[in-house]
């Protein structure tokens, strides 16, 4: 199959509009895990490392939305607070982190909700911060909850693997 454009080998009509409990559930923990994918619609690239304008030509997939796996980089070696920078500016986080929680069937069922994820909103700024422009490229990145008993397919996660995030960027 090719990575590039996998869409060869999906249906007409394919559409991949994932929710975010799909996203965390299917994806990224899929991801962590090292578990199987059906088809690799999720391209790995240290986001980064580019501006926001290059990367729909490393995506595996997508028209106006693209979906990437990505390191999380740590401002400081020892420090929980992110790195942000890009080639020619930095992402910048606006409003408040949306908990993803499992889906409302579990809820119907007497289960309790569990939270397995955290969505959070970045703007892409030009330059360097503070005097940075902003502009219309948003991403949207994805990560699992911090739960260390967190567990998929019996596997444990270790704390170095939740660095890993799924980004959509539109």
Known sequence: MNMKHPQSSLPPG???HPTDEELILHY????ITSSPFPVSIIADVDIY???PWDLPDK??????????FSPRDRKYPNGARPNRAAASGYWKATGTDKVIVTSSMADRR????ENIGVKKALVFYKGRPPKGMKTNWIMHEYRLADNPNSNFNNRPLKPKDSSMRVSLIF
């Open 14 to 16: 394919f559409r991949f």
């Open 59 to 68: 995506a595996a997939f997508g028209e106006k939305e693209w979906y990437f």
């Open 49 to 51: 490392k580019f501006d």
């Open 110 to 113: 007497g289960e309790v909700q």
């Open 28 to 31: 990224l923990k899929k991801k």
